[in-house]
Structures are given as structure tokens and as C-alpha cells.
């Protein structure tokens, strides 16, 4: 302060410098084979947790816009995710969410 005396003060960081996993989003792409049933069902038994209402929402979207946002999620289980609909016939690719 003013009076020439020195003052130092302790800050407490509460679980800074914690970095938080990048986020990537899967996208379901529109195809002319797979029936819509079919591709509710490869949805709901591929991410967990997803609704018959949200993986038809998911599906009608893909179907009239040509593309889909499925889930929002690290890289490690958006890969896992793609090879996934992959392996049963379906069509998605990943980008970085931002
Ligand atoms: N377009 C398909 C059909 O008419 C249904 C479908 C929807 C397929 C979404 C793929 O990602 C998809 N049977």
C-alpha cells in the first residue's frame, strides 16, 4: 500500500487449466436403399440412450434434407459411431463441432 508496506494475496484456481476433449458431430447422410424402419432401429442400437422419437427425427431429417446431426460427442466414440452405421450399411461422416 501506500504506506511502503508490500501486500501479496493467494488466489484459489478451482480446476482451471482443465481442458475440456474437443467435440465432433456425426452426420447421418440420406441414401435410396435403407429402409426408414431400418435405419431407426440401426440408430437407437448404435448410440446409447437415443429415443425411437429422436432416431426417427434423426432419419426424416436425413431423408428430406440429404444430411442429419446424430450426436455431438469426443472423437474416440464418433469414430466408433460412423464405423459403426458403416458396418450395418449406413452412410455418416464426422467434422470437428465449431
Ligand atoms: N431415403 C431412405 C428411403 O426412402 C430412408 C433413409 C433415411 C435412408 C435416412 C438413409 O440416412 C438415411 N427408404
Given at each position: 500500500g501506500g504506506d511502503g508496506s508490500v501486500s501479496t494475496q493467494t488466489v484459489e484456481k478451482t480446476?482451471?487449466?482443465?481442458?475440456?476433449?474437443?467435440?465432433?458431430?456425426?452426420?447421418?447422410h440420406n441414401d435410396d436403399y435403407n429402409p426408414m424402419?431400418?435405419?431407426?432401429?440401426?440408430l437407437m442400437?448404435?448410440?446409447p440412450g437415443l429415443t425411437q422419437p429422436q432416431a426417427v427425427s434423426i432419419?426424416?431429417?436425413a431423408h428430406?434434407?440429404?444430411?442429419?446431426?446424430v450426436i455431438t460427442c469426443a472423437?474416440?466414440?464418433?469414430?466408433?459411431?460412423?464405423?459403426?452405421?458403416k458396418n450395418h450399411g449406413l452412410t455418416s461422416t464426422i467434422e470437428p463441432d465449431e
Open positions: 480446476s482451471t487449466n482443465r481442458k475440456l476433449a474437443p467435440r465432433y458431430r456425426v452426420l447421418l424402419e431400418y435405419v431407426v432401429q440401426v442400437s448404435t448410440v432419419m426424416m431429417e428430406t434434407n440429404g444430411l442429419a446431426l472423437l474416440e466414440h464418433a469414430e466408433f459411431y460412423c464405423e459403426t452405421l
